[in-house]
């Protein structure tokens, strides 16, 4: 069995594959502006380096966020067009959060943490289950003001972010909260989680914070 999987992270997109629940391709790759378009050829390129094709994975594992709106859709649509029509390959959708969430230290509650852009902050809230982090369901917008009164009341659970985005989450983060920076998230746990079926469904992306809109009128 081949899990592949796809996790867009703040400074770019992660690959990991997987045989039989070992790792044979733990890679990443810088992904901004037409760098996009290198992606295909990283992904087949590192495939062929293990003796491997497109049509040798047999399941798909995509991160669906939070993260970059462009970034998620891109590394959607691209899986989905190499899954449509191959009755044998399947693929879905696990929020990154979960990735991120395995370097926290052991607590029942994890927040993991990333820069909002704006002066604000993402909180995606995971539980451990039978060791690993799955998501509550919980998300939060926070700027500082708001991360006052919602970081008091979450005393029990440890925070994580990514090293990338550790000077931002500071700056919104009340003195007295501790955050974990994690320099390479466990991509692997993507592949690995059991709480989430294969649905050959991508379109259920993490936005905690929606698009966007302006009009030019």
Not at 6 to 29: F, Q, R, S, W, Y
Not at 64 to 76: E, I, K, N, Y
Not at 188 to 195: D, G, K, V, Y
Request: charged share 20%.
């Amino acid at each position: 069995m081949i899990c592949a999987v796809l996790n867009p992270e703040p400074d770019g997109i992660a690959l990991t594959v997987l045989k039989d629940d070992a790792v044979l391709i733990d890679a990443h790759t810088e992904m901004y502006g037409r760098e996009a378009a290198a992606l295909p050829g990283f992904i087949t390129g590192k495939l062929a380096g293990n003796a491997l094709l497109l049509d040798d994975v047999d399941q798909w594992s995509v991160g669906t966020g939070p993260g970059s709106f462009t970034a998620l859709r891109m590394v959607a649509a691209l899986v989905s067009g190499w899954c449509f029509g191959k009755k044998n390959v399947v693929c879905r959708g696990v929020p990154g959060a979960v990735a991120l969430g395995c370097g926290a230290p052991q607590s029942d509650r994890i927040g993991a943490l990333y820069d909002g852009r704006n002066h604000e902050l993402l909180y995606f809230g995971l539980k451990r289950e039978n060791g690993a982090a799955v998501p509550t369901g919980e998300t939060h917008v926070l700027n500082a003001t708001e991360a006052e009164t919602f970081f008091a009341d979450h005393k029990d659970e440890a925070f994580v972010c990514y090293k990338h985005d550790l000077e931002a989450v500071k700056a919104i983060l009340p003195p007295d909260v501790g955050v974990v920076p994690v320099e390479k998230a466990d991509t692997a746990a993507l592949a690995r989680n059991t709480s989430i079926a294969f649905d050959n469904d991508l379109t259920k992306l993490v936005y905690i914070r929606p698009a966007v809109y302006t009009n030019l009128k």
